[in-house]
């Protein structure tokens, strides 16, 4: 089954952002390559106000990781045994 991964991250991040979002990217890209069954998504927000709009997101901090329309990390670096984990498990049991 595919997994629907979107990745919220701001249109103009602080420093920790931009830095963090850089590495939750790259690590997407490479998952990609190995996990044929996942799609990404990357969701830039302009303003605050527009976070009501995206479903699954509970948190406000960025970036954010929702898979299958539930929210998984905000704001920090995910670990990626977890992530991998979530993936598969969702790839088996979702519901998407």
């Known amino acids: 089954m595919r997994v629907k991964i979107n990745v919220v991250l701001l249109q103009d991040p602080c420093s920790a952002c931009f830095i963090i979002g850089g590495l939750v990217k790259e690590m997407f ?3 990609q390559r190995k996990m ?9 927000l302009e303003n605050l106000k527009d ?3 995206i479903e699954g997101l509970e948190v406000e901090k960025f970036p954010a990781i929702i898979i299958n329309k539930e ?5 920090t670096i995910p670990d990626k045994r ?4 979530r993936i598969e498990w969702e790839s088996e049991h979702g519901e998407c």
């Open 29 to 31: 890209e490479r998952l």
């Open 82 to 85: 977890e992530i991998i984990k």
């Open 36 to 44: 044929d069954y996942i799609d990404v998504e990357y969701r830039f």
């Open 51 to 53: 976070v009501h709009s």
């Open 71 to 75: 929210q998984i990390t905000a704001g």
